[in-house]
């Protein structure tokens, strides 16, 4: 594809006119006399005078407007402060007697979205004065950048009609209109082109820059959430609901159709606010039925896209006509990287959610952490080397998606990029690979098989919805319903559907199971209370149905999903871990998973949203045979506990309590001592009459009941001296866990810790004081991070495109030097002798401006050096030298990290397998995943 500028100068050069004329490699531009030049451009400074240059060819060659009615560079005297400015419009487009008709600020590509901000000052203001001081009549002013559409450059305009809004304020209340997008001929009224589906000139928009969509990220932000009055979730779900709108319509239109999202113009007038309230309304009612698999008609009847009394029209016609031209849909992936619009509404979530009890967001960095730390990236590669698939993976509670989206470029990223060398040569893995993986565009597309997610929170599942298609279209899968309903209820139009498989699994009590997934990565909700029908659900689909804390139904319900072998990896309360109330639930845990690693986070990690206490949870289920194995050995230390806790209650009742003795009991059949000589004496004096061999007998049950509560010093205790001193923990020993229908009629943590001797193994322990953040409410601040390391040295670099731009950069400095010359040459001619103080004061500041350039030059060309240099020791064929791919060298992290090659810095984790520095390399080491 080619680049719009060398479009635009290919375009320039073929006009025989010379209106304007540039040359990217000299950096020059030059215009026609005829047009009135208040100041001589010459050097190329910037893509802003490119997209000028390109305006004023076309408005003479194209839309038959006269050179002699074109002035650029006109300057205005602005007062600011306690001073006056002087800033200068970059073209107007007069009419017959003199008045502006186009008033033009011209903007790079870039920069259009991002300084959109300062349309009031640099349009509104200026054309104030422009009429106050020269008594014209201002039409129409026009914020304006060039297009690159399908190898061609069009317009792309803000027309604002300025004798209807004469004020900036004025222009904001009526949800910033703009009356057209291009720039019409020979004085003709600005009229808006609709936009139509497959249509050449008039589709919507495919190529997207990351300036751009961020810059309309910020201004979205700056309009909808500035002003105060409706609090931050208000506004992001109002919004979410409308790029769900703008979504729906790019489905359904067929080529020929005119879009429904956008703004209608009649003749001269632009639309009521009210007819696009009901258009988008309509449309967004289609997309609770087809897009979130939404059934209820009454639901779809009394839900609206916006709460009109919350948010006004004015911001839903701002937000339509700022989306209305980008495809959703076709513009995922663009002209400098993947995800522009995934990232868009990364933004708008983090920036514009607010985060309340049950809906806290799991961090960025902490997600990445846990997704490396189950070895997602080689579990990916394994499948597909192996099976020619990919791991299916879900989180029944996936708010507002974070986990599946980082899944999803995690995958991309690692199989796709960095390890692709890992997958086998033959021609069926190369065949799958472009299946899943290509075109570029579409290179999350294997996301709509293997991802799976749901979320109760309708607004929440909504924008788990949209921003699964805005990240590649990973959403099919997504379902708006409590991730604990039984999976009957997972039900959509199309296949596969893996989540409402369900079997009944005789070893889980025959309750169903689903078995399908390979990986469950979640943040559950804590401790919040479920919904009506979930609670009339769970009591017939969970074992433990009854209990209150949600995050323990979360934690069978990931055993439901998981297919033997699959892997866990979620954030939990600490209380899980360590409180009486979870005890059942952590048995759980060993029963039918294996625990890997356990990394405690710091109290900080949720702050300041909440201060709960939080570990990360590595496990994977068992097999069937495995959890085989663990119910053998319950029941063998099972029948050995009920042994021991029938014969110590006795022991205690007849040597504290003194009870009679009874024959019919079994420890009394066992004794040796002649129980005709025992019944003889009295009950007090027994423990003298057994005989030593009865009584190490029961003092050896005695300690192997008690157990973990023996000391040393009570071997020198008899029975009844031991039965004494530990009443209360037998006690405590002696009863059975409430949930016998998982546990059986015995002390679980008893007959658990002798299985766990049995069934021994290492879990990686760990526990991080830092985790790369510290967030207030008045934002976030970095810090040091115990979970892992970032690259900041690429793998991969462009060596050329970099000394390319160092060698333009110099150019432009050179040319602007050889301009200041040429003028203080002038100058110096003017004073020849007659010197006057503002000749003399111009000469001056010339000369220094001479020596300031001429110090950019040098310094310019000695990081030009330096930077050669930096990239000959640590790279060679623009490859990262494998000796330094560890990032252990200080020097190496520190130009790329905050030095003269920190534009090209890595955010990407770093992967050791030598220098084990973090938790993640300790962790990616120690465990193993079967």
Same mark, same amino acid.
């Given at each position: ?92 487009? !007069?009419?017959? @007697? ?76 009526? &949800? ?24 050449? !000139?008039?589709?919507?928009?495919? !190529?997207?820059?990351?300036? #751009? ?135 708008? +979530? ?28 080689? /579990? ?20 507002? &998606? ?17 390890? !692709? ?8 893995? *190369? ?49 708006? @319903? ?14 596969? $559907?893996?989540? #409402? ?37 769970? @009591?017939?689909?969970?074992?433990? &149905? ?76 068992? +097999? ?18 009920? *042994? ?30 002649? /129980? ?14 057994? %005989? ?54 015995? $002390? ?21 004081? %830092? ?27 462009? +060596? ?27 100058? %110096? ?46 790279? #060679?064929?623009?490859? /990262? ?17 905050? &030095? ?31």
């Amino acid at each position: 594809m080619k680049d719009w500028k060398a479009i635009i100068e290919q375009k320039l050069h073929k006009q025989k006119n010379g209106i304007a004329k540039i040359s990217i490699d000299k950096l020059t531009v030059q215009y026609s006399e005829k047009v009135s030049q208040r100041r001589i451009c010459k050097v190329l400074t910037g893509d802003e005078e490119i997209v000028r240059a390109f305006l004023i060819d076309r408005l003479v060659n194209e839309l038959d407007y006269k050179p002699e009615n074109i002035e650029i560079e006109k300057e205005y005297s602005v007062k600011a402060g306690h001073g006056k400015l002087t800033p200068r419009i970059d073209i107007i487009v !007069k009419d017959e @007697k003199g008045n502006p008709f186009f008033f033009i600020e011209a903007k790079a590509p870039d920069k259009f979205e991002k300084d959109k901000e300062e349309i009031e000052g640099q349009l509104f203001s200026l054309a104030q004065a422009e009429e106050k001081d020269h008594k014209t009549k201002v039409k129409y002013l026009v914020y304006y950048t060039a297009d690159l559409q399908d190898e061609g450059v069009l317009d792309k305009a803000i027309i604002i009609d300025f004798e209807k809004y004469r004020t900036y304020t004025e222009w904001e209340n009526d &949800g910033f209109i703009s009356i057209a997008t291009e720039i019409t001929a020979g004085y003709g009224e600005p009229k808006k082109q609709p936009l139509i589906k497959g249509d050449e !000139k008039h589709d919507l928009r495919t !190529k997207i820059n990351r300036e #751009e969509i961020e810059g309309l990220g910020r201004n979205l932000h700056n309009v909808l959430w500035g002003g105060g009055g409706t609090n931050d979730s208000e506004i992001f779900y109002s919004l979410v609901n409308i790029i769900l709108a703008k979504i729906q319509d790019e489905y359904e239109k067929e080529d020929g159709q005119e879009y429904d999202f956008q703004i209608y113009q009649y003749g001269s007038h632009i639309e009521a606010a009210e007819k696009v309230y009901e258009r988008i309304n309509k449309l967004y009612k289609r997309a609770l039925k087809e897009q979130l698999n939404v059934s209820e008609q009454q639901k779809i009847d009394d839900d609206n896209i916006i709460n009109r009394n919350k948010f006004p029209l004015n911001k839903l016609i701002y937000t339509v006509q700022s989306l209305e031209n980008f495809s959703f849909l076709e513009g995922r992936s663009s002209l400098d990287g993947k995800d522009i619009l995934g990232d868009f509404f990364e933004s708008i +979530t983090r920036d514009g959610f607010k985060q309340n009890k049950g809906q806290f967001f799991t961090p960025t960095p902490i997600v990445n952490f846990l997704l490396y730390a189950l070895q997602l990236d080689k /579990l990916a590669i394994d499948r597909l080397n192996k099976d020619r698939e990919l791991p299916l993976i879900i989180d029944p509670s996936a708010g507002s &998606g974070t986990y599946l989206v980082e899944a999803m470029k995690l995958i991309t990223k690692e199989v796709k990029y960095k390890q !692709k060398q890992k997958l086998k040569s033959s021609r069926q893995i *190369k065949q799958r690979f472009e299946e899943l993986f290509t075109p570029d565009y579409a290179e999350n597309k294997w996301a709509r098989e293997y991802l799976y997610g749901s979320e109760i929170n309708f607004d929440l599942g909504t924008a788990s919805k949209v921003n699964m298609i805005l990240h590649g279209d990973g959403s099919t899968n997504i379902f708006v @319903k409590d991730g604990l309903l039984p999976f009957r209820f997972y039900v959509k139009e199309t296949s596969p $559907n893996y989540l #409402e498989t369900a079997t009944p699994e005789t070893l889980y009590n025959d309750k169903d199971v689903n078995a399908k997934f390979d990986v469950a990565i979640s943040n559950p909700p804590f401790s919040v209370d479920l919904d009506t029908q979930t609670q009339r659900e769970v @009591k017939n689909a969970f074992v433990f &149905g009854d209990k209150k804390n949600s995050e323990n139904l979360f934690i069978e319900r990931y055993f439901q999903l998981l297919k033997e072998g699959g892997r866990l990896g979620v954030v939990l309360p600490e209380s899980v871990y360590d409180t009486t109330e979870n005890k059942y639930i952590r048995l759980f845990l060993f029963k039918y998973f294996n625990v890997k690693a356990i990394v405690s986070l710091p109290q900080l990690t949720f702050e300041p949203f909440t201060s709960t206490k939080t570990s990360l949870l590595f496990a994977q289920k068992k +097999t069937k045979k495995q959890v085989k194995e663990w119910n053998e050995l319950w029941d063998k230390h099972g029948k050995e506990w009920s *042994k021991l806790k029938t014969r110590v209650v006795r022991y205690f009742d007849y040597f504290v309590n003194g009870a009679k003795l009874s024959k019919k009991y079994v420890w009394v059949k066992e004794l040796t001592t002649d /129980l005709k000589k025992l019944s003889e004496k009295e009950d007090k004096e027994a423990v003298d009459v057994i %005989n030593k061999k009865d009584l190490d007998h029961i003092k050896t049950n005695i300690i192997r009941f008690l157990k973990d509560y023996i000391t040393p010093d009570d071997e020198a205790l008899n029975p009844k001296e031991i039965l004494t001193k530990y009443s209360e923990e037998i006690d405590s020993l002696s009863k059975f866990e409430k949930e016998t229908n998982v546990f059986g009629f015995y $002390n679980a943590w008893w007959v658990f810790g002798e299985v766990a001797k049995e069934l021994d193994y290492d879990i990686f322990m760990a526990e991080a004081e %830092n985790v790369g953040y510290k967030r207030t409410k008045r934002g976030e601040n970095p810090m040091p991070n115990d979970l892992y390391d970032i690259e900041y040295a690429p793998n991969n670099i462009e +060596t050329n495109q970099i000394l390319e731009g160092y060698d333009r950069d110099i150019r432009i400095l050179k040319e602007q030097l050889a301009e200041f010359k040429t003028e203080l040459k002038a100058v %110096n001619k003017k004073i020849d002798g007659k010197e006057t103080e503002g000749l003399k004061k111009k000469a001056e500041k010339l000369n220094a401006d001479i020596e300031v350039q001429n110090t950019r030059i040098k310094q310019t060309e000695t990081e030009k050096t330096q930077v050669i240099e930096i990239l000959k020791k640590y790279y #060679e064929s623009d490859e /990262l030298k494998p000796e330094f791919a560890e990032r252990t060298d200080r020097e190496l992290i520190s130009h790329f990290k905050n &030095g003269v090659l920190s534009r090209y810095k890595s955010d990407d984790i770093v992967l050791r397998t030598s220098e084990l520095l973090t938790i993640l390399d300790n962790i990616r080491k120690d465990v193993i995943w079967e």
